[in-house]
């Protein structure tokens, strides 16, 4: 009863005529593990905007410290991540207390972590943060977490995805599948924290980072690989537009960046609000260094009320890449 | 639980009570399953965790009865007790009859008749369809019998019940009330102490249930592992290395008596030859031989059925 991301419906390695099925399965199922049917509506254009927004930034911040700290395979924030965003939008949370994030979060990778038969240190974790929930109080919030998920915890999400859209590309060469795979993979982790793309479906996101690694990997190619996803039966053409361009500027923007700080090492980038950030931190060496390779600039747009913890956010990704 | 209120025990599935139950704000009738859930300092263990998520998937499947929702009771005495003892209450949609007794009903009683054969083969195709499924995500059900097969004779719907709690809840050899769990569909392998399932286990109770509809009678009725393996054997014939490779080293393989194949067409008389081959199929000593759930829906006995209907 294993449970993989990439393959979420079986636990034992199945024959190949079986397998037919499933994929169908995965694209009717998919909305069921979205945070909420009228996302975009409650999140982006409630007056509560403001609140949510930091909330989980907050909390996603606190995950991928986690991640760090207990040395987590990414699948297991990963998956935190998603239960926490169902979780939030379905449940009213009260904002104002500030335990409650650190609670939601420290159950959340719980539950990932069981899902993943991982142990994960809860006590070891809370100590570094420097907070502590006794045993009940987190099983408590685990059976709320799970209550609110209606017990549907195999999330599905775009890495379930990646083998069907690959199929699609009929690439021959097997390295290069896997390069094309890999880049999708790493392009899909750091999407998973930028709010923008929260709004979109698990098999649109895999698709978008497909087509976006393959136009970085294999440009002569991109408009067959774009011609052939779009053609799909389950594939909405228009938001897959709109999502590989809101993705595309994601990474854009992380790499423009990097070149930047490539060839100015003198800048000095970190901003006030970014130095309160890395001082939380108990790797405060490191999160300067990855805080300096922040688009700052570009996001100010961006930044708007909840300031803070986007810049944060921002670290946190980099360093997520510095552990894949 | 007080949403639903409880109105008789209906049975004792293969993991805990059933019962009958309202749902007080729909008014819709739901079976509940109580689970036991053994906390500990971990809280919800992972197992059953995995396992109760991997049901409200698989439930999505026409085939498969709806997981409607999960709830949680804790019914710890003490507060200060770390490992409670709690209860989930899996709750499931409610069918009125299920295969056992649709053909009991139809052996004895005041109409005694045979099942007509486009139900028979519209049951089992449903049921191979159901089985397809879960067999696709990797889920064994390993307890297939006609009591878990749950009907809904308005819709001629068949069901799978009692589903999928594997690892969490291991499969026991008496139920919760001691009552011996039956023996009857219980693949050759299992009963001969292979430590590797397959999905073939569940093609082998598909098989003897197919048997069972035709002839309104169980086709290997044993009441102990031994008996159950010689009513096998006489019907089917005593295994051997040639068509089943590795027999004899099974953990529980002794000497047998050594019987011939019987002919199998004369087990289900009502049956025609398309159903016979179906039947060998499935019934097939080599697990790696029985046919899988998706090939046995393209089996030609399925040719007179129209599939675009299911």
Redesign the interface.
């Known amino acids: 009863?294993?449970?993989d991301l990439e393959n979420?419906?079986?636990?034992?390695?199945?024959?190949e005529?079986?397998?037919s099925?499933?994929i169908l399965?995965l694209f009717?199922?998919e909305s069921d593990h979205m945070p909420s049917q009228n996302f975009t509506t409650k999140f982006l254009e409630d007056e509560m905007e403001g609140f949510h927004v930091s909330f989980r930034q907050e909390a996603v911040s606190l995950i991928l410290q986690a991640q760090f700290s207990c040395n987590f395979e990414p699948f297991i924030p990963y998956l935190a991540v998603t239960y926490l965003d169902r979780f939030i939008f379905r449940q009213q949370i009260q904002f104002g207390k500030p335990w409650i994030v650190k609670l939601l979060v420290v159950s959340c990778i719980?539950?990932a972590a069981?899902?993943k038969?991982t142990h994960f240190p809860v006590s070891e974790f809370q100590r570094e943060e420097g907070f502590m929930f006794d045993?009940?109080t987190?099983?408590r919030m685990?059976?709320l977490i799970?209550?609110a998920l209606?017990?549907?915890?195999?999330s599905i999400t775009p890495f379930s995805f990646l083998c069907f859209f690959i199929s699609l590309f009929k690439l021959k060469d097997p390295p290069l599948t896997q390069a094309l795979k890999d880049r999708a993979i790493d392009i899909i982790f750091k999407a998973h924290n930028e709010i923008k793309l929260i709004e979109f479906k698990p098999s649109i996101i895999a698709a978008s980072a497909l087509l976006l690694s393959s136009h970085e990997l294999f440009p002569l190619q991109f408009s067959a690989f774009k011609a052939s996803v779009s053609s799909c039966e389950y594939v909405n053409k228009e938001k897959l537009l709109k999502c590989f361009d809101t993705m595309q500027e994601m990474v854009e923007m992380e790499e423009g960046f990097d070149s930047i700080s490539m060839s100015s090492s003198t800048r000095t980038p970190v901003s006030v609000l970014d130095y309160k950030c890395s001082s939380k931190s108990s790797v405060s060496q490191r999160t300067a260094a990855a805080t300096a390779v922040m688009p700052l600039q570009k996001r100010e747009t961006k930044r708007r009320k909840t300031n803070g913890f986007c810049s944060e956010n921002r670290f946190q990704l980099s360093r997520i890449q510095q552990c894949l | 639980m007080e949403k639903y209120e409880k109105l008789e025990k209906v049975g004792e599935g293969t993991y805990g009570k059933v019962y009958k139950a309202k749902d007080k704000a729909s008014g819709k009738l739901v079976a509940l399953k109580k689970t036991r859930l053994e906390m500990d300092e971990e809280g919800i263990p992972p197992t059953a965790l995995r396992e109760v998520s991997l049901l409200q998937l698989l439930s999505q499947s026409l085939y498969v009865v709806r997981l409607l929702c999960v709830e949680h009771v804790d019914s710890s005495t003490s507060t200060n007790d770390s490992s409670s003892k709690s209860n989930l209450y899996l709750v499931f949609e409610y069918l009125d009859t299920d295969l056992k007794k649709f053909i009991d009903s139809h052996r004895k009683g005041v109409n005694p008749r045979p099942l007509p054969p486009t139900l028979i083969q519209s049951f089992l195709y449903q049921l191979c369809k159901g089985v397809a499924h879960c067999h696709s995500h990797g889920v064994l059900h390993r307890d297939l019998k006609p009591q878990n097969l749950l009907l809904d004779k308005d819709k001629g719907l068949l069901k799978i019940a009692d589903l999928g709690l594997g690892r969490a809840f291991t499969v026991p050899l008496k139920s919760y009330t001691h009552e011996i769990v039956t023996l009857w569909y219980r693949a050759p392998e299992v009963l001969l102490g292979s430590t590797h399932y397959s999905p073939a286990v569940d093609i082998w109770s598909v098989g003897c249930i197919f048997a069972e509809m035709v002839r309104r009678q169980a086709l290997f009725p044993g009441d102990s592992e031994f008996q159950q393996l010689l009513h096998i054997f006489r019907l089917l014939g005593t295994p051997t290395e040639k068509e089943w490779p590795g027999v004899t080293s099974l953990r529980d393989w002794h000497v047998y008596p050594v019987w011939e194949p019987q002919n199998l067409a004369r087990a289900v008389p009502s049956l025609g030859p398309e159903g016979v081959d179906l039947l060998s199929s499935m019934l097939k000593y080599n697990p790696a031989d029985r046919i899988s759930a998706k090939a046995a829906m393209d089996h030609p006995y399925f040719d007179s059925l129209d599939k675009s209907q299911y």
């Open positions: 009863m294993e449970f979420p419906f079986t636990s034992f390695v199945v024959e005529e079986q397998q099925g499933t399965d009717v199922s719980s539950l069981k899902m038969n045993a009940q987190i099983h685990e059976l799970l209550d209606n017990w549907r915890m195999r």
